[in-house]
């Protein structure tokens, strides 16, 4: 859809809105060297899990969000308008998915989470900036895009300007990885902000749901 090439009118390198490959116009950056640099540590994957999947995981899921209610109230939140929960048991249609999620994600024996999480942000809901604690999360984070489309933004922990945009298409696979995930800070744009290439990414309510590996122990 987005077209490589608009300007950003953010960050460095204005103007000139590059794509990560030709072909693939899912990721543009401030700087080229930079895009280069987190490219090789970000994967996404389009179409990841059909719409009957998508439904599925739907089905699964909807029951327990709908007790939670939307957290709203504390400006400072790195998340805002949103209800989450984790689970470690799925049914056996979720759970075929998932293990598509960690085969793509994670090496084979692998430490990971077994807790998955999942993250329902409402149409007005947001990310801050922020990186994912290195306490309780490793190397990767893998993250299932469902109900609608959003970018997500990584900005350079280094310098707080530069800056790669991913574009998440509904029930596509995010994984980052290395330097996105500990040296770049990720966030969810808001509707009013959600724009890749220039071209406008409506948000709707969004569900994504995030396999994570653990920590070394080696640290
Ligand atoms: O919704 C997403 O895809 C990202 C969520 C996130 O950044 C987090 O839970 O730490
Ligand atoms: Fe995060």
């Not at 400006?75 to 929960?85: F, P, V």
């Not at 249609?93 to 998932?98: D, K």
């Amino acid at each position: 859809m987005a077209a490589c090439g608009r300007a950003l009118g953010l960050g460095r390198g204005l103007g000139r809105g590059l794509c990560s490959a030709p072909g693939r116009r899912l990721m543009l950056g401030s700087d080229p060297a930079v895009l280069e640099r987190v490219s090789r540590d970000v994967e996404l994957r389009e179409e990841f899990v059909s719409p009957e999947e998508e439904a599925a995981l739907l089905r699964e899921l909807e029951p327990s969000l709908k007790r939670l209610r939307y957290q709203r109230e504390h400006w400072d939140q790195a998340i805002h308008g949103y209800r989450e929960t984790e689970r470690s048991r799925w049914g056996e249609e979720s759970e075929a998915i998932l293990q598509r999620v960690r085969d793509a994600a994670f090496l084979p024996g692998a430490e990971q989470l077994s807790m998955v999480h999942v993250l329902d942000l409402e149409k007005e809901g947001f990310i801050r900036a922020h990186v994912d604690s290195v306490k309780f999360c490793g190397d990767t984070i893998a993250g299932l895009c469902l109900l609608s489309a959003g970018v997500m933004r990584l900005v350079s922990e280094e310098d707080k300007i530069n800056y790669v945009d991913l574009l998440l298409q509904r029930r596509c696979l995010y994984i980052l990885r290395g330097t996105a995930r500990y040296t770049f800070s990720h966030q969810i744009l808001a509707d009013k902000e959600s724009f890749f290439a220039g071209e406008r990414v409506p948000r709707d309510r969004r569900i994504s749901v995030i396999c994570r590996n653990l920590p070394s122990s080696a640290g």
